[in-house]
């Protein structure tokens, strides 16, 4: 009797269903890891780059570089931290100068002028009545302060209209010299010698071209108490 040698195709075992989704099943975990395993690394790459070694360069290179802007543009006296180039400060006594007009709020939603941690203006138009009405009672205000100015000077927007930030730690040159009567006076001073140490602390327009001469009201009235000790 001959025997018939099963063909290969015949024999080859033929895959069941199950084994099918078994073999989907671990293609696709295979794929994801494929597409998990770079997007995990490079999170890490760039979260060290820019989380990590990109904030330590800029520090560093600003604290070798500008360290006293990387720090706040810290103003010491004496020894003292009395505030920033950058921030202004409410000045209210005769015998310095006065800062420009702040409408910030603390946070607690009161009036408080150069609020540093919730800065902003009123946001009022122009146009508005109450703006007016503000304005009007700082103008009569200042007049108040400063009964020896000249009659017929123009007074200097900046003394009586706030700033969007209301922190701003400068002042227009008319402005200075607007208050020089007063300061004088309260010192002891003649004009002329109030009015030469404002003329030394003129900032001019960077580069020669953008924005305004200004003086810094913090380093004037500094200096202002370094002139009366000498």
Same mark, same amino acid.
């Given at each position: ?5 099963? &063909?290969?195709?015949?024999?080859? *075992? ?23 395993? !770079? ?24 604290? *070798?570089?500008? !360290? ?15 505030? &920033? ?19 910030? $709020? ?6 408080? !002028? ?5 800065? =902003?203006?009123?946001?009022? =138009?122009?146009?508005? &009545?109450?703006?007016?009405?503000? /304005? ?44 020089? !009567? ?15 140490? /404002? ?12 924005? @305004? ?5 913090? @380093? $004037?009235?500094? *200096? $202002?108490? @370094?002139?009366?000790?000498?």
């Amino acid at each position: 009797m001959r025997h018939t040698t099963p &063909s290969t195709a015949a024999t080859t *075992a033929t895959t069941t269903p199950e084994g099918e989704e078994s073999a989907q099943v671990e293609s696709g975990r295979g794929a994801v890891l494929r597409q998990l395993r !770079p997007a995990i690394l490079l999170t890490l790459l760039l979260t060290l780059i820019a989380g990590v070694l990109y904030p330590l360069a800029t520090t560093g290179a600003a604290q *070798a570089l500008f !360290p006293s802007q990387a720090n706040g543009s810290l103003v010491y006296a004496n020894g003292k931290l009395v505030g &920033s180039r950058l921030i202004g400060q409410y000045w209210t006594q005769p015998q310095y100068f006065h800062g420009r007009p702040s409408a910030t $709020l603390n946070l607690q939603g009161t009036p408080t !002028p150069y609020e540093a941690d919730n800065s =902003g203006g009123s946001n009022l =138009g122009p146009t508005n &009545s109450a703006l007016i009405q503000t /304005v009007q009672q700082r103008i009569d205000e200042l007049k108040k302060e400063n009964p020896d100015v000249p009659a017929g000077t123009p007074i200097p927007v900046d003394l009586v209209t706030a700033s969007a930030s209301g922190l701003d730690p400068d002042i227009s040159v008319a402005a200075a010299y607007y208050q020089i !009567p007063r300061i004088a006076k309260a010192r002891g001073l003649s004009q002329e010698a109030v009015r030469q140490l /404002v003329d030394a602390h003129i900032t001019g327009r960077f580069l020669g071209l953008f924005g @305004e001469p200004r003086v810094n009201v913090l @380093e $004037l009235n500094l *200096a $202002l108490d @370094e002139l009366g000790h000498s």
